[in-house]
Nanobody, 120 residues
Framework: QVQLVESGGGLVQPGGSLRLSCVTS????????MAWYRQAPGKQRELVAR???????NYADSAKGRFTISRDNAKNTVYLQMNSLKPEDTAVYLC??????????????WGQGTQVTVSS
């Protein structure tokens, strides 16, 4: 079994910063793409940032220049550093990963999410 567990969400004032973490555990051979999505009330789920195993990144336009995604392959962990936070960043942030098991099967997995609230 594969599990993704997020942490680091919370309440922050506009202009503040948070760092989210997501640890992947289980019967893992290789983790390929890792990503952060978010879903706000009344809005569709959107991709915030993604990172390949070699470190290549993609960002949503709303995140460019403010957010940084990174990973530590030795720890099976992906991070999202969020700076200059705005109220419109308020959402549940979800971790996602493409994982190859020791049996050679490639599957996509989701974490349960962590709440980020930006408010004064």
């Amino acid at each position: 079994q594969v599990q993704l567990v997020e942490s680091g969400g919370g309440l922050v004032q506009p202009g503040g910063s948070l760092r989210l973490s997501c640890v992947t555990s289980g019967n893992i051979s290789i983790i390929y793409n890792m990503a952060w999505y978010r879903q706000a009330p009344g809005k569709q789920r959107e991709l915030v940032a993604r990172i390949g195993r070699g470190g290549g990144t993609n960002y949503a336009d709303s995140a460019k220049g403010r957010f940084t995604i990174s990973r530590d392959n030795a720890k099976n962990t992906v991070y999202l550093q969020m700076n200059s936070l705005k109220p419109e960043d308020t959402a549940v942030y979800l971790c996602n990963a493409d994982v190859k098991s020791v049996l050679g099967l490639l599957r996509n997995y989701w974490g349960q999410g962590t709440q980020v609230t930006v408010s004064s």
